[in-house]
């Protein structure tokens, strides 16, 4: 069975950092490239025109779409497939509970929740070190990802990750052994 892992969490909680470290671990991880629709900032993302979104619409390969920053950011069916090729588990990131629950209800496969969370000061601390030029904006988001969270008392997590206290390689060390531990046929 295909697997991947859904990481939530507000701006600047380290999604791209224990990315990074579970790709180091392991070349079974790969980070899942959204497709983006808009301007700013390219890297990490796969860069979209509103004509490819449109098709992907009509086709139903929209998976989640989620319209932040002045930008459209998606999940979509083809890049999930691709990702997956020879047995590859995603990384995928989100910060909004639909988006979850789009993910792991329209994609089959077994999919590793994990909750990464930090402090509103970290997310701003992390946003200004990284030079992001919408601070507030991800502040702004970082309430929302709360009240999103709050929203969803009953969300189910294989695993919280307080990225405050707790490093990324050692992060990542905790994600793979729950992609281990609850794995198809482990």
Known sequence: MRQGILLYGPPAAGKDTITAALTELDALYVPFIRLKVGTGKSEGYRMGTAEQLAALEVRGDVIYRNDRYGNIYVVDRPGLDQTMEGGRAPVVHLGQMVGMEQVT?????????VLLWCSKETTARR??????????ARLAAWDATQADLAAHPRAQWELRVDTDATAPREAAQRIDDMVRATSPGS
């Open 105 to 113: 209800t329209l994609f089959p496969a077994h999919w590793v929740r």
């Open 127 to 136: 946003s200004a070190q990284r030079g992001d030029a919408d601070t507030a």
